[in-house]
């Protein structure tokens, strides 16, 4: 299949709305990355932990597409999109911490990443 038979065998709107929900999955190591750069002072450490936490996408991909197999993809979707902005709010409370309490809640953002690709 082509991408021309493939965009008219589909709606207008699902690729823009496909880019936009990934979004995420590039700004939120890069915001981590400047957010713990800015607390820490250490870029190799905020470097280290939007990797961790970039790994944790990915991993945290896997789980999510087996749940999804499992459960309703709209109610674990909005249960993702909760734990995510806990994490998020977790993150940005813990910016001044110790550095393993950063890591493990970069690590908890990116495990808690929504994901489109798993359950699309």
Known sequence: MSYRELARATHPVVFPIGFLARLPYAM??????LL????????????????????AIGAGGVIVGRLADRTSIRQLGVYMAVANAVALAGLLTATFADRPTLLAAAVLVGATQPQLGPVS
């Open 36 to 55: 713990l750069q800015h607390g820490t002072g250490s870029y190799a450490f905020a470097g280290a932990a939007a990797a961790a936490q970039s790994l």
């Open 28 to 33: 939120t190591p890069l915001g981590t990355l």
